[in-house]
C-alpha cells in the first residue's frame, strides 16, 4: 500500500508569490494533519481534518495560510502571499479513525527567496 | 498542558555501542506514546508505539522502548547501534480526550562514530 504522498517534493518560490503543497493521505484514512518544520520551531501543527472537515486549525500562523481537504483522498495547503519567514519543511500525515498513530509523508522542501 | 521532554538535543555514540535515548511527558491522564524517527530529508517513520499492556514494546529495527509510569519516562534503548541508526529521534505522546493529537518532543539527533 502507498504512503502519504506530497507534492512538490521541492519549492522554491520568490517573495509575493502563491504557493500550493498537495497531500495525498493513505487510503482509508480519514483524518489528516499539516505540520510545519524548522530548525527553530521545531515541528508544529498547523490544521488537522476529521472525515475532510477541518477540526482545529489554531495551528495556522496567518491569514495567508489556508487548507482544503475536498475529499478523502486529497488536501490543499495554500499560502498566499508566501514571505521568507515561510521557508520549512511541510509535512503532510494521516491516521485511520480509532488510532492516534500518525503515518507521515515525506514532505515538501518550501524556500521563499 | 501536556508536554513531552527530550533533554538530550544531540547524542553520539560508537556504531556497536548501546543506546537509550530520554523522553518524559507531563500529564496526568494515560498517555499513548511513540517513537518516530527522522532520517536527514526523509519524513518521521513511526519505530514503535505503547497503548497499554507489557510496558516493554519491540519496534522496528531492532529498538525497544519501556513505559514507566511512575518516572513519567518512555526511554528508547537499542542494544548495539549501526551507522544506519545516525537520524533524528522524536517522541510523542497523545491522551484521551486530547483531540486526537499528537504533541511531539524537540528530537534527539543521533550520530553514530565508525
Known amino acids: 500500500d502507498a504512503g502519504v504522498i506530497q507534492s512538490p517534493r521541492h519549492e522554491v518560490t520568490e517573495m509575493g508569490q502563491e504557493v500550493t503543497l498537495r497531500c495525498k493521505p493513505i487510503?482509508?484514512?480519514?483524518?489528516l494533519f499539516w505540520y510545519r518544520q524548522t530548525m527553530m520551531r521545531g515541528l508544529e501543527l498547523l490544521i488537522y481534518f476529521n472525515n475532510n472537515v477541518p477540526i482545529d486549525d489554531s495551528g495556522m500562523p496567518e491569514d495567508r495560510f489556508s487548507a482544503k481537504m475536498p475529499n478523502a483522498s486529497f488536501s490543499t495547503l495554500k499560502i498566499q502571499p508566501s514571505e521568507p519567514r515561510d521557508s520549512a519543511v511541510y509535512f503532510c500525515?494521516?491516521?485511520?479513525?480509532?488510532?492516534?498513530?500518525?503515518?507521515f509523508g515525506p514532505g515538501t522542501r518550501l524556500t521563499v527567496t | 498542558a501536556q508536554s513531552v521532554t527530550q533533554p538530550d538535543i544531540h547524542i553520539t555514540v560508537s556504531e556497536g555501542a548501546s543506546l537509550e535515548l530520554r523522553c518524559n511527558y507531563s500529564y496526568g491522564a494515560t498517555p499513548y506514546l511513540f517513537w518516530y524517527v527522522q532520517s536527514p530529508g526523509q519524513g518521521l517513520q513511526l519505530l514503535l508505539k505503547y497503548f497499554s499492556g507489557d510496558t516493554l514494546v519491540q519496534g522496528i529495527k531492532g529498538f525497544e522502548a519501556e513505559f514507566k509510569r511512575s518516572q513519567s519516562s518512555f526511554n528508547l534503548r537499542k542494544p548495539s547501534v549501526h551507522w544506519s541508526d545516525a537520524a533524528e529521534y522524536f517522541c510523542?505522546?497523545?491522551?484521551?480526550?486530547?483531540?486526537?493529537?499528537?504533541?511531539f518532543g524537540t528530537g534527539t539527533q543521533l550520530k553514530v562514530e565508525l
Open positions: 500525515a494521516s491516521r485511520v479513525a480509532g488510532s492516534y498513530e500518525q503515518y
Open positions: 487510503s482509508g484514512h480519514n483524518s
Open positions: 510523542a505522546v497523545a491522551f484521551t480526550g486530547g483531540g486526537n493529537k499528537l504533541t
